[in-house]
């Protein structure tokens, strides 16, 4: 069966954001131009979705203005001869395959997910958690789709974590089986470094059957007293195979002012408008006459395209 819809959850408070997310939703600040919200509506579109709905809550209105019509700003731009911003802010505009549904009480992820359970109905679909954000060759949506038409179960985008952040990510305890393909054997949310049973981190791009709504359903409140997608998928397993595919491409987590700190640099060092002045910017700090004064190590240097 094809993928034809997607869920995007915004409904969660942002705390680590504060004060910056008192008033605006975290979804809306900005990765360069775009809100943090708009990389995974595009990533949706570019893999084939037909259909995205957005998960809001109470102070999110601006995420539904972003992507409606703005008739008077585009007559302003079209007065002042503005045709590329136009161009740009009409087809954010234009989206028919937009909806929106609210969660009413933000009692964690598993719950926001049972709230599009009318929307998505019997099928499979596809979920996409703004706050990571995935530069890839094939859209990381796009790759767990293909797994999943290889295997017809719920597979969860998974990277490898160092140690220190184990504890921030959903565990799985994995059997590999080709390539990029593991086998889901168990799942524990955020564990404790020595009890986690890998350091493979389930991150946030999903492909879910809909079985897993009644899953949800039976879900207890779990870590940090909210329902815990992860808790609900170790429920279902049991009853159907989940599995973990450890995309390609480099993921941003920007949930955290210094995660959107280092999307940022990363994302303007590819700009052509950006990368000359920054990279000469970056250059004036020093960082490559004396890397370790200010502790950036070699993967950092890769992330932020220096070398
Ligand atoms: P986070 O764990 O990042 O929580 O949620 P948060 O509220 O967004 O941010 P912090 O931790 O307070 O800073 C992961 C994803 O789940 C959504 C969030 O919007 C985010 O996309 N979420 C979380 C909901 O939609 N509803 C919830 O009740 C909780």
Redesign the pocket.
Known sequence: MKIRKAV???????????PA?KAQP??MLPLLNKPIIQYAVEEAIASDIEQIVI???MGKHSVEDHFDRSFELEHVLQEKGMSDALEEVSSIGNSSKICYVR?R?????G??VLTVQDFVGNEPFALL???DVVRSEVPVTRQLIKAFEQRRSSILAIEEVPEERVSSYGIIKPRQLNGRLYQVLGMVEKPDACRAPSRLGIV?RYVLTPEIFPALEQTLPGKGG??QLTDGLSNLLPDQQIFGYKFEGIRYDV??PLGLLKASLAFALEDPKMAGELREYLTGLNLYAHPTSVSLDAKDLARLSVS
Do not use: C, S, V
């Open positions: 995007i959850t915004a409904a969660g408070w942002g705390t680590r954001f504060l997310t975290k979804e998960i809001t809550a969660q009480e933000q009692l964690g992820l719950h926001a958690l703004p706050d946030g909210e329902i949930g955290t």
